[in-house]
C-alpha cells in the first residue's frame, strides 16, 4: 500500500525532543508565561521537524506518566514529589528531595522517550534543570542537545558556586548555545567560553482580541504582568506610584498581575501606603485577558532590577501599548534604540514616579519605534534562525 506523500515527508523529517520547564497545561495556564512562548514556538518548529515535548506535571494526574496531543505535537508529563510546587520556589536548604525527584524523574522519562523516539537533537529549554534532562541523555546515547539560555539561569544560577559548576558542565557540553539576550550571550559565552548565538523568545499574541479589560474610566490605566520577584521591581513600582505628585495619583490606577515570592510583602505596601483605591494586586493572568490589558491600558510598566528582554515587551509591541521601562540589560537598550518608549534608571522609585508623571502628561510620541522593534521577535524568523543553526552544527553531520 502506497504511503500519502505527507506521511513519507513527516516521516523523513528531524525528531527533535524539546525538554523543558515550561509547558502550559492549556491556553488557559495563566503561570505559564514563559511556557506559552515555548508553545507557539513548539508549534512554529512543528512545521519544519517532528517535535516531542518532555515537561513536568503540574497538577496530579492518576498516572505517573501522562501523555497529551496539543494539536499533533506529544507533550509527555511525567510525575514528581513536588507536583503541585513551581520548580522557582524550591530551596536546597529545605526542598532536596523534591529537587532530585524533579531531577532524576527527568532523566529517567528523557532516556525512555530517547530510546523509543530515536530522536535526532535536543532543546533544553532551559539551562537548569532541563539542562540536566539532556546532558544524561547525551552522555549514554550519544544524542546532541542545544540549550536556550535565560537571564535566571546565567545570573541566578551562575553566582552560586555548585550549581555554577554544573551550570558550565551543561553549557561545554552541549552543541549549539542560544540565549534571549545581547548581554546575556556575553554572559553566556564569558561563563561556558563557547560562543552563543542570539535568538529572541516571543510568543503569539491576539491582536484582534474581542475581550474586555476591567479598566477605571476616567482615569490613566497602568499595568504590571510579571512575576512577584525582587529581580522584576513589584515593590519599585508600588513605591513610585506612593511618591506620585498627589494630583496625578488621583488620576491613575494600577493594575498588576502575576505571582511569587513578594506577594505578602506587596500588599502590606500597598497598606501601609493608602493605595487600596489606587493600585489593584491580582494573581496570575491568562494570555487572552493579558492580551486585553495590553490593548486598554494607557502604558505597561516592567520596573526590573535586572533583565535581558522580557516576553512581556514583546507582546506590548504587538499589542501596540506604550511601555515605561527600567535602563537595565537589553531591554533599556532596545528601547532607546529604537525610541520606542519611555525609560528610567533602575531600582529607583523617584525616577519611576517622575517617568509616570512624564507618560501621564506627555503625548505618546513611540508608536513607530514600537513597530520596528517587533520584526525582531517575529516567531517565524526566530524558527528560521534556529533550524538552520541545527542542520549546520548538528544534523549535516548525521
Not at 44 to 60: A, G
Not at 155 to 169: A, Q, T
Request: glycine fraction near 4%.
Amino acid at each position: 500500500m502506497l504511503l500519502p506523500v505527507s506521511f513519507c515527508i513527516m516521516e523523513n523529517r528531524p525528531r527533535i525532543l524539546l525538554i523543558t520547564s515550561s509547558y502550559p497545561m492549556s491556553e488557559n495556564d495563566a503561570k505559564a508565561a514563559a511556557g506559552l512562548f515555548v508553545k507557539d514556538f513548539a508549534h512554529e518548529l512543528s512545521k519544519k521537524m517532528n517535535v516531542s515535548v518532555i515537561t513536568q506535571m503540574t497538577v496530579r494526574q492518576r498516572l505517573n506518566r501522562s501523555t497529551q496531543f496539543d494539536s499533533g505535537i506529544e507533550v509527555i508529563r511525567f510525575s514528581w514529589a513536588g507536583v503541585n510546587r513551581p520548580l522557582s520556589t524550591l530551596r536546597f536548604s529545605k526542598d532536596l528531595h523534591l529537587i532530585l525527584s524533579v531531577i532524576l524523574k527527568g532523566i529517567w522519562t528523557s532516556l525512555k522517550t530517547i530510546r523509543t523516539k530515536k530522536i535526532d537533537v535536543i532543546l533544553a529549554l532551559w539551562a537548569i534543570p532541563s539542562g540536566l534532562w539532556a546532558l544524561v541523555p547525551k552522555w549514554i546515547y550519544k544524542t546532541p542537545y542545544v540549550v536556550w539560555c535565560l537571564g535566571s539561569d546565567i545570573w541566578d544560577y551562575g553566582s552560586k558556586p555548585i550549581i555554577s559548576k554544573m551550570l558550565r558542565v551543561i553549557l561545554n557540553q552541549s552543541s549549539v548555545l542560544f540565549a534571549d539576550g545581547f548581554q546575556l550571550r556575553d554572559d553566556v559565552q564569558t561563563l561556558s567560553r563557547k560562543k552563543c548565538l542570539f535568538l529572541p523568545s516571543s510568543r503569539l499574541m491576539d491582536v484582534n482580541t474581542t475581550a474586555k479589560a476591567d479598566l477605571m474610566p476616567d482615569k490613566k490605566n497602568y499595568l504590571f504582568i510579571g512575576r512577584y520577584h525582587y529581580n522584576k521591581g513589584p515593590d519599585i513600582l508600588i513605591e513610585a506610584i506612593a511618591k506620585l505628585d498627589p494630583v496625578v495619583r488621583k488620576q491613575v490606577y494600577l493594575h498588576l498581575f502575576g505571582g511569587g515570592p513578594l506577594e505578602s510583602r506587596l500588599r502590606k505596601m500597598i497598606k501601609a501606603y493608602d493605595l487600596a483605591d489606587v493600585i489593584c494586586l491580582k494573581g496570575y493572568i491568562e494570555q487572552k485577558e493579558a492580551a486585553a490589558y495590553l490593548k486598554g491600558c494607557d502604558a505597561l510598566v516592567i520596573p526590573s532590577r535586572i533583565e535581558s528582554i522580557p516576553v512581556i515587551l514583546s507582546d506590548a509591541m504587538q499589542l501596540e501599548c506604550p511601555v515605561l521601562v527600567s535602563d537595565v540589560g537589553d531591554m533599556g537598550k532596545i528601547v532607546r534604540m529604537y525610541k520606542a518608549g519611555i525609560i528610567f534608571p533602575s531600582n529607583s522609585p523617584d525616577k519611576l514616579a517622575k517617568a509616570i508623571e512624564k507618560s501621564f502628561y506627555e503625548k505618546d510620541n513611540y508608536a513607530e519605534g514600537r513597530k520596528e522593534i517587533i520584526a525582531m521577535f517575529d516567531l517565524s524568523r526566530t524558527v528560521e534562525t534556529f533550524t538552520k543553526t541545527i542542520y549546520e552544527n548538528i544534523l549535516s553531520e548525521k
